[in-house]
């Protein structure tokens, strides 16, 4: 009978999280296979950041993740973010080569191309001595206590569509559920719960949200205007708000600010949004008032985008001073103008889903799990790395950042 290949670690998803571990794993001398059931390697990386790659934000403190990373419990991914930073990640780039440029607050940017970046990390895989199997897909996995083992020690035995191969041990790398055309599966939820290890709740995170048809009717003719806000939600305590451009959509929001917000909006919760965050709104149209005989709409728009100010003013027959010269409408109606664009409260229906997220909130559940090495506390030899884990980064490169420090985390305990 043909002996099954043994390798010191398997690693299961091409993409940020384990090109990266794989290179970092064979270049400290392990015998590494990564698989991926993907014609192509690292899609999202080639996606990603407009096909330039936000491969990391070099705004990131470490010792405080909760201000730029989503979970559970985000204090987890401090250890990984503090041993593998964003200026080692960016000496590596600089290692090959590759120049880059910070776009806005701290993300960095490959000059070239995204695929500069995938060829930096199948070049460190290469140095790493590692093999790959791709398109391979696994069909089965099965755990050997020692005592059951015929190498001696803990093994994992996967079935593969190129044969069975064994290790000692398995690292988890593919992702979340976002852009299922492109790979994403469950797969590594699937083995979490094979294994018994817990999971939080998934959902679309860094989505567009989506309105209902008839109440967003007014303001579908706005869709592609961008244009800078403030957007909050949550009580009190948890209040969280961005300042970022906006997007109208034909379906609802989206843009950076939207995106941002999404990861915290809970089902069901409104949302505020301040369309003028640069102007005290109020003030500025009393004083038009004083010195102008201009329509209301053609006031405003000197304040907010033109569309914006039309459409807002057009909108509201039942308030019909916003229709005449700014100086006949009266104080209240202008006062209520301002207040309805800089505390506009609407309530999303829903998200675009994992067909446009960006990301996947919530996963294997970090108590599970070693925040040293991303092994798992209660399986012997099993990790997971990167998006599959319920640690979700802003957008900006924060969420490559986890991929790349979890990763390496988990390689120097392999
Ligand atoms: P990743 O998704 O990269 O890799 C998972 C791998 O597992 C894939 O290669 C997949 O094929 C494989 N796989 C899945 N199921 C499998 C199975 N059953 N068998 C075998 N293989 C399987 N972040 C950021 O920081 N900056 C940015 O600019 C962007 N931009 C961006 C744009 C878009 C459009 C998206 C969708 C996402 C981003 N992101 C981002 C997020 C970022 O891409 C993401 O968080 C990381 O790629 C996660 O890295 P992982 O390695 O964990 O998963």
Known sequence: M????????????????????????????????????????????????????????????????HKHFVGQNPQFCRSALSRY??????????????????????????????????????AECTAG??????????????????????????????????????????????GGLSIPKIGATDFGYRIAQQFAVPLVERRPGLVPLTFDGD????????????????????????????????????????????????????????????????VELGEALARAKARSKKLVANELAMLVPSRLADAWVGQSPANPDWQ???????????????????????????TEGYKKAEVTLGGVDTRALSQQTMECKAQPGLYFIGEVVDITGWLGGYNFQWAWASAHACAQAL
């Open 324 to 350: 005449r010269p700014i100086n006949e409408a009266s104080d209240k109606a202008l006062a209520r103008l301002a207040e309805g664009l800089a505390r506009w409260e609407l309530t999303p229906t829903g």
């Open 215 to 278: 109440a967003w009717a007014p303001y579908a003719q706005l869709a592609g205007l961008a244009l800078p806000v403030e957007i909050s939600t949550g009580a009190k305590k948890e209040r969280m708000s961005f300042h970022e451009d906006l997007l109208f959509t034909h379906r609802g929001l989206s843009g950076p600010a939207v995106l941002q917000i999404s990861s915290y909006w809970q089902g069901g919760a409104p949302l505020a949004i301040n369309l003028a965050p640069a």
């Open 85 to 122: 930073t964003p200026q080692d990640f960016i000496a590596l780039v600089r290692k090959h080569g590759i120049a880059f440029h910070e776009k806005h607050k701290g993300q960095l940017f490959a000059d070239r191309s995204a695929e500069d970046i995938i060829a930096m990390l199948l």
């Open 2 to 65: 043909p002996t099954i290949p043994f390798f010191d670690a398997i690693i299961i998803g091409a993409g940020a999280a384990g090109l990266f571990c794989a290179g970092q794993a064979g270049q400290r001398g392990l015998k590494v296979l990564l698989i991926d059931h993907a014609e192509q390697v690292a899609e999202k990386i080639r996606i990603s950041g407009g096909g330039r790659c936000n491969f990391t934000n070099q705004d990131i403190d470490p010792r405080a993740p």
């Open 129 to 174: 001595g590692v093999t790959r199997w791709q398109p391979c897909g696994v069909r089965k996995i099965a755990f050997s206590p020692s005592s059951a083992s015929a190498s001696g020690g803990d093994s994992y035995q996967i079935d593969t569509d190129r044969g069975p191969v064994q290790a000692r041990s398995l690292v988890i790398a593919t």
